[in-house]
């Protein structure tokens, strides 16, 4: 059994891994979901990464409630902050959870904006899991596959994860032009 090769610490290791990628987003949430899915299985690597990540955003959306607007513009590249800035107050539910379901956005500076609007934690918390969680099974999945000497699968897992990824990317852009269209309407 994987679980008990990687030792007993190892859940709790992985936990505190991905909270602190979602505080200081030194690397993606989805590449430390497929390792756990590699190292616990597609269930509960997901479970583990879906935890880490609700312990680091919320670290990140209860830190920005705290200290407010002054704390965002220290902590955001001012390029990040100006393109997103508005847009989780403007969108709220739907645009958070847009942003939360498709790769390629700004998570972690997000759950930082989020924080300076009148967003609750309890829908920040839903949206985040219900938004999260797709593509982070998907990439546990592919770990898993992985640690399983199946290459294929975990390569079809991958290549959908990358198609989508490349296509969010491309037309990110005028969705949020589209979304904040809406703004510049009223």
């Known amino acids: 059994m994987r679980l008990v090769a990687a030792g007993p610490l190892a859940p709790l290791a992985f936990v505190s891994l991905q ?3 979602a505080i200081v987003a030194p690397i993606p949430g989805q590449v430390l979901a497929g390792v756990g899915g590699y190292l616990f299985g597609a ?10 990540v609700v312990i680091g955003s919320t670290v990140v959306f209860m830190t920005s409630k705290r200290y407010g607007r ?3 513009e220290r902590v955001l590249a001012p390029e990040t902050l100006g393109r997103f800035d508005g847009f989780v107050a403007e969108y709220g539910t739907t645009g958070l959870f847009i942003a939360f ?5 700004p998570d972690d500076a997000l759950c930082a904006l989020a924080g ?3 967003l609750t934690y309890r829908r920040f918390i839903v949206l985040l899991i219900v938004g999260r969680a797709p593509t982070f099974f998907a990439a546990a999945l592919a770990g898993t596959s992985t640690a399983n000497g199946e290459f ?14 490349v296509a969010v990317y491309f037309v990110r852009g005028r969705l949020i ?3 904040t269209q809406r703004t510049d309407d009223r």
Do not use: C, D, I, W
């Not at 269930?43 to 583990?48: A, E, S, V």
């Open 19 to 21: 909270a602190l990628q």
């Open 43 to 52: 269930r509960l690597g997901t479970l583990y990464s879906m935890l880490g």
């Open 70 to 72: 002054p704390f965002v």
């Open 101 to 105: 379901l498709l790769p390629t956005f």
């Open 116 to 118: 300076v609007t009148e």
């Open 152 to 165: 294929t699968e975990a390569g079809f897992v991958v290549a959908g994860l990358t198609a989508v990824s």
């Open 177 to 179: 032009a589209t979304l």
